[in-house]
């Protein structure tokens, strides 16, 4: 599955629907200097300048305070100009990161990580929610993979990947099973499965010997090695899998297609151009 391809094509569609509404701002904030954090705010931002949304880069020291970084967001809220609002994680460990992410207005949280917006999500009804698990549903979607009644693994139980991730699909209509630490015998569940959405953070936890033959594979994972920038799901499962997503070139570009897609929706929200369901 080509997510570089598809990726693309989305942003121009976004970029059609910024100019339609013209003037769109996504404000994301990097708290100290975790390298991989900064690279990924230098390509949200390169990203958001290429479909024609002003990127406002807010940067604090690792040492600053809870209650300075909340006035930053507030701020934030309250910026007529600011569609969207990312606080990048993970923030350093004084700080609490819940207290953050409740601090963002839904209206504007691109990452679909407020408890309003999960809760919505958890509803089935309409709302902000995470890039990563919107990109990956895109790609099945680009794929005609069947998601009604096949059975889908997700492996992975974060905020920001698999709870969002098995919930899309449990709407969808798959039958879910939901992995993580403390699954016993993890190969049981994933030969079981015609999807499979792996979002660990472990190169090659999934192997080929791991995937039901003519399944769909997508693999989330992101891990910097010596060989560079590889997946949780070993190569050789391409061999067995009808489908499987490449790592660079797979779910990456379709999160930050989808981030930026996110913003076009928050503008519409603050518009009024969507109704959003407010607390
Ligand atoms: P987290 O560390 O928050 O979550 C990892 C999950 O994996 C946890 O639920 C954990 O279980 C589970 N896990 C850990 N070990 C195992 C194991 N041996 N078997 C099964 N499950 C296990 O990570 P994220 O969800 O934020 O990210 C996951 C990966 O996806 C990372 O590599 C990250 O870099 C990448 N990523 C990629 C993105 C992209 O755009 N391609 C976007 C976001 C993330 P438990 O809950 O029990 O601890």
Known sequence: MDGA????????ETAREVEELGGLGLATVLVGDDPASHIYIRLKHEAAESVGIAPVDRRLDADVSEAELLQ??????????????????????HIDEARVIRAVDPVKDVDGLHPFNAGQLYLGRQTLVSATPLGVMAL????????????????GRSPIVGKPMALLLLHANATVTVCHSRTEE???????????VVAVGIPGL???DMVKAGAAVVDVGMNRTD?????????????????????????????????????????????????????
């Open 206 to 208: 999934v192997s080929a």
């Open 140 to 155: 099945l979607t680009e794929y005609r993979v069947p998601v009604a009644g096949a059975r889908a693994v997700v492996v």
């Open 5 to 12: 391809a598809l990726a693309q094509r989305l942003r121009e």
């Open 72 to 93: 930053l967001v507030e701020n934030l809220n309250g910026d007529d100009e600011i569609d969207g609002v990312l606080v990048q994680l993970p923030l350093p460990d």
């Open 227 to 279: 060989a560079g920038l590889v997946g949780d799901v070993d190569a050789g499962a391409a061999d067995v899998a009808a489908l499987l997503t490449p790592v660079p070139g797979g779910v990456g570009p379709m999160t930050i297609a989808l981030l930026l897609a996110n913003t076009v929706r928050a503008a519409r929200y603050r518009r009024g151009l969507l109704a959003f369901p407010r607390p």
């Open 186 to 196: 993890l190969a049981r569940h994933t030969l079981d499965a015609d999807i499979v």
